[in-house]
């Protein structure tokens, strides 16, 4: 079992910028892939970015690229989202997410792909 532990959110100006750290706990032994997610009230939750076990791999929704950076240490086992040029839209619960990949080079931008999430870290933008 993984645990996933976000932090960082809160309320920030349209512009203005937020890093998200999401620290693992548990079975970390095994390498993981990990993403971010985020969900709005009414919507479903929808892939923010992913990365592979060692971070050379990343990928974004097009809906962030450009303006978020997704990063992680695994010597701390933790992962980071740098988010800058933040919009209204982009307020929402932000959850982290682990699949066990034993070292391959994907990563995953599906809900279904992952085996474990984070209790979530609410961001919110105002205009």
């Known amino acids: 079992q993984v645990q996933l532990v976000e932090s960082g959110g809160g309320l920030v100006q349209a512009g203005g910028s937020l890093r998200l750290s999401c620290a693992a706990s548990?079975?970390?032994?095994?390498?993981?892939?990990m993403g971010w997610f985020r969900q709005a009230p009414g919507k479903e939750r929808e892939f923010v970015a992913a990365i592979n076990w060692s971070g050379v791999r990343t990928y974004y929704a097009d809906s962030v690229k450009g303006r978020f950076t997704f990063s992680r240490d695994n010597t701390k086992n933790t992962v980071y989202l740098q988010m800058g040029s933040l919009k209204p839209e982009d307020t929402a619960v932000y959850y982290c997410a682990a699949r066990a990949t034993y070292y391959s080079s994907n990563y995953y931008y599906r809900v279904t792909d992952y085996d474990y999430w984070g209790q979530g870290t609410q961001v919110t933008v105002s205009s």
């Open positions: 548990g079975r970390t032994g095994s390498t993981y892939a």
